[in-house]
């Protein structure tokens, strides 16, 4: 049997690598980086009625005087319009969250209270993905918690692209 030379097929190889090489250097590319963009809070202009029924104005994060297992609804006129990919990052301690946007539901994550085998998740982060056309609707969120010192916790709200907003709490709770 004759045995075939490998010469060839190293050339080929050796001549492929080169020419990937090549094109990777030479050709535009986009940094896929995570965390390459800007995280911006949106912790202003919320609202919420209290239990005498008057509206007022709260900055997050903030604790209100709520009462255990009763829903509280925060609200805000979404005053940008969020390009397509943007993400609100939201932050629930021991807490239920419902998301909606001018009452079209966009996250509801109920926090089980109940079971022989429950174990409480103490904080959790909820990544609600925006319409491209959210300019001037109402975004509420209501946070639910069995749990006193849970019930009036509202913890900060940040929004960008849903892998800057995963970095960011990489970032701030891992640091480098």
Not at 126 to 154: C, H, M, Q, R, W
């Amino acid at each position: 049997m004759e045995k075939k030379s490998k010469l060839p097929v190293l050339i080929a190889v050796i001549f492929v690598l080169v020419w990937i090489t090549i094109l990777a250097v030479l050709m535009p590319y986009e940094c896929l980086k995570l965390g390459n963009g800007a995280v911006y809070e949106l912790n202003d202009g919320w609202s919420y009625i209290d239990l005498e029924g008057t509206s007022c104005t709260i900055t997050l994060p903030t604790d209100l005087h709520t009462t255990p297992d009763e829903p509280c609804t925060i609200t805000r006129v979404l005053d940008k319009d969020f390009p397509e990919g943007m993400t609100l990052l939201i932050r629930g301690s021991l807490q239920s969250v419902k998301v909606t946007l001018d009452g079209q539901i966009l996250l509801y994550a109920e926090e089980p209270h109940k079971g022989v085998f429950y174990t409480p998740m103490a904080s959790a982060w909820y990544l609600v993905n925006l319409p491209a056309d959210s300019e001037g609707k109402t975004l509420s969120i209501t946070f639910n918690s069995p749990f006193a010192a849970f019930s009036e916790t509202f913890n900060e709200i940040v929004d960008g692209n849903g892998a800057d907003v995963m970095y960011s709490i990489l970032a701030e709770h891992y640091p480098e």
